[in-house]
């Protein structure tokens, strides 16, 4: 019973997620923070979403095996755009920072997938 509110739970975070990042590019699209917390969270919901397909019991195993895949990749991309907004919301200026959180996301995806 606790993998099975673990699995829903975790389609429900893709789907909650999605929505939210949605509502918010919806109020400026061209804004950049708005922008920046639309990508993270569209990152949350593409993590959530995969473990959501992992999760559930009659899942073909090559679709699990991908969903696991996309969701790792994923989820190696969220602390890097998490960053992102948070410099942006603060005007923080590091650009060479940034640079290297995100070659290192790079990194882990591709040694994700």
Avoid: Q
């Avoid at 999605?18 to 593409?46: A, D, M, Q």
């Avoid at 009659?58 to 679709?63: L, V």
């Avoid at 650009?95 to 990194?107: G, N, Q, W």
Wanted: proline share 4%; charged share 10%; aromatic share 16%.
């Amino acid at each position: 019973m606790i993998n099975t509110l673990y699995t829903y739970g975790m389609g429900l975070t893709a789907v909650c997620s999605y929505l939210l990042g949605l509502f918010v590019v919806s109020k400026n699209i061209r804004h950049p923070l708005y922008k920046s917390w639309f990508y993270f969270c569209e990152s949350v919901g593409t993590w959530s979403l995969g473990y959501f397909f992992t999760m559930l019991p009659a899942i073909p195993r090559d679709f699990a095996l991908l969903s696991s895949r996309v969701s790792h990749a994923s989820g190696a991309l969220i602390p890097a755009l998490f960053l992102r907004y948070v410099f942006i919301w603060l005007d923080i200026k590091k650009k060479r920072l940034l640079i290297s959180c995100y070659i290192s996301s790079c990194v882990l995806v591709i040694l994700s997938l």
